[in-house]
């Protein structure tokens, strides 16, 4: 699975929203790059799919893709 494909769907969304929302609450550099304005944009765009999808795509590097991919997967 290409990292940069990963895609949120409505059925893989909770358990996407819950694993990033889990990782914001728990690192406070997380993601690495200007957290705060992660977290702030977070909470606009963690509303539907398609926004978390765009959320992913602007804040995560390919490592925190996987896992996020790899949440998804064990959540099925």
Not at 5 to 19: D, F, K, L, V
Not at 37 to 55: P, T, Y
Request: aromatic content about 10%.
């Amino acid at each position: 699975m290409a990292t940069r494909n990963t895609r949120i769907t409505e059925s893989s969304y909770e358990a996407a929203r819950e694993y990033l929302q889990r990782q914001l609450e728990t690192h406070s550099w997380w993601p690495t790059e200007q957290p705060g304005v992660a977290r702030q944009e977070f909470k606009l765009m963690q509303g539907d799919a398609r926004a978390l999808n765009v959320w992913c795509k602007k804040w995560l590097d390919s490592g925190q893709m996987r896992r996020l991919a790899k949440a998804m997967q064990n959540h099925d």
